[in-house]
């Protein structure tokens, strides 16, 4: 019985290969079924806006451009693009090799451009600056700059001046973006939301449709980085090339602060920074303080160093106070405090600094008060430095 049942098993086997290879493809409803699926469009989108403000927060100008970048989820056959545009008056179309091509020509010019943005750095800050000497130093720098910038450009050399013409030349060979590129960048003439739709089509003419809706923002003033007068504690670091390491660090009123910190000088190679580090005696009755200013409703981050020595307990302390409190008793109030941070000594090895942050909010503050403090043990801080959270 076992034997006519394997048999029988390979009898109804052979019957099916025969019968599946008797199958013809040319016969209706049978064989391969007919490709339907079509391109499923989708497109990324990068805001490359730009703008310039004056020192006064008054917008100069603004170009707000996004890059566009087409796909499909048929690698092959999504082989044509077509983007519309709504509402489109105003828009205008850019190529997408024209920044790259502008990249190009500021990297052979990079010795130029880097004392242009000098100059520019400077022209920025010189029409709202109030400070006398700020500003003639200000302006003997950008006469210095600007005899720089003479020699940079005349000693660029023959190779790179050719490579710039070519650039430029491909620049001028660009076709003109269109709505049938693949990547272009869309130029808006202002904020507001626009509806922005591509269609792709594959090789067989079938075609599907996507859209988004794509805000275009305001442009904002880029926030400052606030200024922190000899950070590093170094002598001759004021903006005028003077200073003895921490004239930036005194207080109003030695009576109501404290003294100022001292210094303290290490070989090239021991300190974060330089050569000079502010030191904080044992007793704590020295500190550091210096107002700077801060953009309101901005968040930021400090950091800094420090180091301890080893033969007692100690702590050292960097806050950030309102410039209401007017003594270090008031600046020690909770309601005058914006951020702290105390770190001791504990496990500490000497002269091996540790770098620390404080992130804070200024609030309505347009100053802040950076306050430097420390107890028991004599304490080093170093290397300040603050930048704006993004």
């Excluded at 996004?66 to 048929?74: D, E, M, R, T, V």
């Excluded at 405090?337 to 804070?360: E, L, P, Y």
Aim: hydrophobic content about 40%; charged content about 25%; proline content about 4%.
């Amino acid at each position: 019985m076992k034997k006519y049942l394997f048999n029988l098993k390979y009898i109804v086997l052979g019957t099916f290969v025969f019968l599946t290879a008797c199958v013809s493809d040319d016969l209706a409803n049978v064989g391969d079924l007919e490709d339907i699926t079509g391109p499923t469009p989708f497109y990324n989108l990068t805001d490359v806006t730009t703008s310039e403000f004056d020192c006064e927060k008054n917008e100069l100008w603004a170009k707000y451009d996004f890059n566009f970048q087409a796909g499909s989820n048929l690698a092959v056959n999504g082989t044509m693009y077509e983007w519309s545009i709504a509402p489109a008056d105003g828009v205008t179309f850019i190529n997408k090799d024209l920044p790259i091509l502008n990249l190009k020509i500021e990297a052979e010019r990079a010795s130029v451009v880097a004392i242009e943005k000098e100059i520019a750095k400077r022209e920025f800050k010189l029409p709202c600056e109030t400070n006398q000497a700020k500003i003639d130093v200000l302006e003997a720098e950008i006469v210095d700059f600007e005899a720089q910038l003479v020699a940079a450009e005349a000693a660029l050399s023959d190779e790179i001046l050719q490579n710039i013409s070519d650039l430029e030349s491909e620049i001028t060979a660009l076709p003109p973006a269109t709505l049938q590129d693949q990547e272009l960048i869309f130029s808006f003439p202002g904020p507001g939301e626009y509806t922005v739709g591509l269609t792709v089509t594959d090789n067989l003419g079938k075609f599907n449709y996507t859209e988004k809706l794509v805000t275009v923002n305001q442009a904002v003033p880029t926030i400052p980085q606030p200024e922190i007068g000899e950070p590093g504690f170094e002598d001759n670091s004021l903006f005028d090339g003077t200073g003895d390491g921490r004239d930036s660090w005194r207080a109003p009123s030695s009576s109501a602060w404290g003294s100022v910190f001292q210094i303290n000088s290490k070989a090239e190679g021991v300190l974060p920074e330089g050569l000079q580090a502010s030191k904080f005696p044992a007793d704590g009755t020295r500190t550091g303080y210096q107002e700077i200013e801060v953009t309101a409703g901005a968040t930021y981050v400090l950091t800094y160093f420090s180091a301890f020595e080893e033969n007692a307990f100690g702590d050292v302390t960097v806050s950030i106070v309102s410039t209401n409190a007017t003594s270090l008793d008031e600046a020690k109030l909770a309601a005058n405090i914006i951020a702290s941070r105390t770190d001791n000594n504990v496990g500490r090895v000497g002269d091996v600094f540790k770098k620390h942050a404080i992130t804070f909010e200024a609030g309505e503050n347009e100053k802040v008060i950076i306050l430097l403090t420390n107890s028991g043990v004599e304490s080093r801080l170093d290397a300040f430095d603050i930048t704006v959270k993004q």
